[in-house]
């Protein structure tokens, strides 16, 4: 984009260009006597010792064109000769210094945003891979030399090819992973309940909820027994350092070929998708709910974990639903897709109408 000032000067030499070819064009008794007529006022100016104000950029460069044209040395007034000489050979030497750049030309902006995603997207990709990938599958040829010159420098190189994200790890692991959490509830009689949740981190699918007023260490190696299957594929369980989750509860889990994790001390985020979610099982239905009893909140929790499962959208994989098995092909979703006229939308009440569930339905 080119600069205010730049803009300016070549506007202000045009203007002075186009008032030389008018002048061009004058009979040449008009002119002199208009020639005469300005250096009798510039002489009353040079008598009386008038200092003119600085040149601008644009007046330099038009007194220097406009020198080629005639003989200047009797017509210079406001500086020395080797001023306007000086003038001369800057306007030459930016017009080359323009024209004749030096190196290659850089490569376009789309493709230099392109070359860094890349790099940012694929921490152990180098220059030669992310060379080939454009050559192979895109059609364009770029140098790897060039390529180095538009990826992002990284300060922190554990190895060679660098290291993987953090959030890449997790993600390749999380199918692997599962963690368990209590919360209370109070009753309508102020009655203390706790709520027993086991979720899996890849799915964030609610594995497994349950109710009890009295949660002991064996009660919690049962739902433990109950939620997992004998062919499942988890290797590590979160829980943080309750007393209910004793020796012996690690021992059942340890039993079931999975490798129990505490989280260091006051360490809520240690274990942060089992505290969120049950953070999402309160604001979405504990607050506004009043358990009646033990029953009661069973069936509630019942009700709103199939919605959770089944239904809720869920942001932190896709967004999708946890329990969906088919997920939606690009080729099906469409932008403002057009309602239809024989289309039905089927909202299913969850909880009494706390939350729906919306359908389109052919009719």
């Known amino acids: 984009m080119m600069r205010p000032d730049s803009l300016l000067i070549i506007v202000r030499f045009f203007t002075d260009f186009a008032i030389y070819l008018w002048l061009c064009v004058k009979p040449s008794r008009n002119l ?3 020639n005469l007529f300005l250096r009798k006022q510039l002489a009353l100016y040079k008598e009386r010792q008038i200092k003119p104000r600085s040149t601008d950029p644009a007046t330099r460069f038009t007194m220097a064109f406009l020198s080629q044209r005639f003989d ?6 406001i500086v020395q000769p080797r001023t306007l000489i000086r003038w001369h050979r800057q306007c030459y030497r930016t017009f080359w210094r323009n024209k004749s750049k030096a190196g290659r030309p850089a490569i376009p902006p789309e493709l230099q945003r392109l070359i860094r995603r890349m790099a940012n997207e694929n921490i152990t990709w180098g220059e030669e891979r992310i060379a080939n990938e454009l050559l192979l599958k895109m059609d364009i040829s770029v140098s790897p030399r060039t390529v180095r010159k538009y990826m992002p420098r990284r300060l922190n190189h554990s190895g060679p090819r660098g290291d993987q994200r953090w959030s890449t790890f997790l993600k390749n692991h999380a199918s692997a992973i599962v963690a368990c959490d209590f919360c209370i509830v109070v009753t309508a009689n102020f009655r203390v ?3 027993f949740v086991l979720i899996e981190h890849g799915s964030r699918r609610l594995i497994h909820t349950n109710v009890t007023a009295n949660p002991t260490a064996d009660w919690a190696r049962q739902q ?4 997992i299957p004998s062919d ?3 290797r590590f369980l979160l829980h943080d350092r309750d007393s209910i989750f004793s020796t012996a509860f690690d021992k059942t889990i340890t039993n079931l070929g999975i490798k129990p994790i505490k989280t260091p001390r006051q360490s809520p985020k240690a274990n942060a998708i089992c505290e969120r979610v049950i953070g999402t099982l309160r604001r979405e239905c504990l607050d506004y ?3 009646l009893s033990e029953s009661h909140l069973r069936r509630t929790m019942k009700l709103w974990v199939t919605h959770y499962n089944r239904s809720r959208p869920h942001s932190a994989i896709g967004p999708d639903i946890p329990s969906r098995i088919t997920k939606p092909s690009a080729n099906t979703v469409r932008l403002h897709r057009k309602i239809k006229s024989n ?9 009494g109408g706390l939350h729906h569930d919306y359908r389109i339905m052919a009719v």
């Open 32 to 34: 002199a006597a208009e």
């Open 72 to 77: 200047w040395r009797n017509a210079l007034v």
């Open 193 to 195: 309940l706790y709520v």
């Open 224 to 227: 433990i027994r109950e939620a």
């Open 232 to 234: 499942h594929q988890y």
């Open 289 to 291: 709910v009043i358990p």
């Open 343 to 351: 289309d039905r939308i089927i909202a299913t009440p969850i909880l």
